[in-house]
């Protein structure tokens, strides 16, 4: 998998996503915080989308935008699709309780990180996607041993 990836289009996107969550089905035993990092209009949502279907969910995945928190029940464990973009201060963030997301057997994709501060759950990879080359470009950033081991499973 190399350093920087081109994603020409939507679809492009969407398969990153796919080949994500098939190196994610071991790790998600212990647990996977993926941040979703890049600006508006950057493909978070379309990548996480692409995570949750991959993954077996079969409905609808809404925008986060205003609810902030969206769950999800999988075959594996749960996952909660989390954006922090409207967070406007701490207590907000504690509020949404993200430090008692349950920790095994569940998938953190958090779109806008950042916003979050320090209340943010630590990233296992960071996935850092920009608007350029025509589409989009994706970096992948493991930031621990698992997101190492979810990166080592993409190749
Ligand atoms: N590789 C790509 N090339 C071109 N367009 C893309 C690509 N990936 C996604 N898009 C398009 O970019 C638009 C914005 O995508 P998306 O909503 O996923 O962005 P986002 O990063 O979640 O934005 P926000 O910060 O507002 O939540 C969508 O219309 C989507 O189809
Ligand atoms: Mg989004």
Redesign the pocket.
């Known amino acids: 998998m190399p350093e920087s990836l081109t994603?020409?289009?939507?679809?492009?996107?969407?398969a990153l996503g796919r080949v994500l969550a098939r190196a994610l089905t071991s790790p998600l035993e212990a647990g996977v915080c993926l941040w979703?990092e890049?600006?508006?209009?950057?493909?978070?949502?379309?990548?996480?989308?692409a995570i949750l279907r991959a993954l077996g969910h079969a409905g609808r995945v809404p925008?986060p935008?205003y609810t902030l928190i969206e769950p999800y029940e999988l075959p594996q464990g749960e996952a909660y699709h989390i954006?922090l973009?409207r967070i406007g201060s701490a207590n907000e963030a504690d509020f949404l309780g993200l430090a008692e997301l349950p920790g095994p057997r569940r998938l953190l994709l958090i779109?806008?990180p950042e916003h979050g501060g320090r209340r943010t759950p630590a990233a296992d990879m960071r996935v850092q996607?920009a608007?350029g080359g025509?589409?989009?470009r994706a970096r992948l950033v493991p930031a621990s041993p698992a997101g190492e081991a979810v990166l080592a499973a993409m190749s």
């Open positions: 994603l020409p289009d939507e679809a492009a996107t969407a979703l890049g600006e508006l209009g950057a493909g978070k949502t379309t990548l996480a989308r925008s935008s954006d973009y779109e806008w996607l608007i025509g589409g989009r």
